[in-house]
């Protein structure tokens, strides 16, 4: 056998008997399979929130938990055979972070090992599972009901520029909650008498080309909605609000941390950590299915009044005071 052959059988080998070892002593140390719609460098913070909910139930990575991460970095196509991957480890449980895509790849390649996702919006509209109170099966998780905050979002932003006649909302096509979401903007516009153009992208291509095109709609105020690919291109989507000059409101603060002007939703971090304790909990026992959608209590509003004001905005008294941060 020719050296580097031998060297990637060996390294092959050593990996699959590492996973062999932790599931064989799963009741000392479990295998926690991270499947992510998502890239690895701007899910830090989610990251370590998820890390510190397992801590909150005792369970610390390296000591007695392991934890193999997957990350499909905004190709959803890639999530089914990620999914599969981790379970044929095997992990213990599988946590499926990102929103829809990573929780249905994962309830696709499991009925029997436990499934926990975070940050799914509206999980029983699209037919994740049956109940809130009762999810059943192996899966549950955290919701963060993203839909409907996508109607605040425009309210938000017309208070913002309540001459806006026409509002850009962009969406990706390949997210199961896109429909819902659509529907509930399209309705929040009507009553706003807000002209809502629904623009689309699914990869870093169309980003650019929808954005190039939003001077030609007529569009200066635009709603980004809270979606996995759009989270791990953020910084591409706040440079290029930037560069062509558009309001912009998103679902999550650390875009306005990276710049963007405005942002309206769910604490995002709350939201993994707590399901995190969940994925916890499971290890020490307890079932699923006996385990209700945990709903959102938690939610920020954020402002970057220096971005404001590079866009010649003036940002009203009242929407700095309802912000939780306002970065100057």
């Known amino acids: 056998m020719r050296r580097r052959e031998f060297i990637k059988a060996f390294a092959g080998a050593g990996v699959a008997a590492s996973a062999t070892i932790v599931h064989g002593q799963q009741s000392a140390a479990p295998l926690i399979g991270f499947l992510s719609s ?13 890390r510190q909910g397992l801590r909150e139930t005792g369970f610390i990575e390296g000591q007695n938990l392991a934890i193999a991460f997957r990350w499909a970095e905004g190709r959803y196509d890639k999530l089914p055979a990620l999914a599969s991957e981790l379970v044929n480890l095997p992990v213990t449980l599988l946590f499926a972070a990102g929103g829809p895509p990573s929780a249905f ?5 499991t009925s029997t090992i436990p499934v926990v996702f975070s940050a799914v919006s509206d999980p029983v509209e699209i037919g994740l599972v049956p109940s809130l109170n009762q999810p059943g099966g192996n899966i549950t998780g955290m919701g963060i009901f993203n839909a409907s905050l996508g109607t605040k ?11 806006v006649a026409v509002m850009g909302y962009l969406l990706n096509p390949a997210d199961g909650k896109g429909a819902i979401e659509r529907e509930s903007v399209l309705a929040a516009s009507r009553a706003l008498g807000i002209e809502l153009r629904i623009l ?12 190039s095109g939003l001077d030609g709609l007529r569009i200066r105020a635009l709603v980004v909605s809270g979606e996995p690919f759009f989270d791990s291109q953020r910084e591409r989507i706040v440079g290029l609000a930037a560069k062509y ?10 875009y306005v941390l990276a710049g963007g002007l405005m942002s309206y939703g769910t604490d995002l971090p709350a939201s993994y950590r707590q399901a995190a304790i969940y994925a916890g909990r499971i ?3 307890e079932k699923p299915a006996n385990l209700p959608v945990v709903q959102p209590t938690k ?10 004001k590079t866009l010649g905005i003036e940002v009203p008294p009242r929407l700095l ?6 970065i100057e």
Not at 321 to 326: F, P, S, W
């Open 38 to 50: 998502r890239s690895p460098g701007e899910s830090a913070g989610v990251v370590e929130a998820f």
């Open 105 to 109: 790849a994962a309830k696709g390649a």
């Open 153 to 163: 979002r425009v309210e938000l932003m017309k208070e913002l520029m309540p001459n």
């Open 200 to 211: 689309n992208a699914r990869s870093e291509t169309e980003l650019d080309s929808t954005f």
């Open 245 to 254: 000059g558009v309001a912009t409101i998103y679902a999550w603060r650390e």
């Open 283 to 285: 290890l020490k026992g």
């Open 299 to 308: 939610f920020n509003m954020a402002v970057n009044n220096k971005t404001a």
């Open 321 to 326: 005071g309802l912000a939780d941060e306002v």
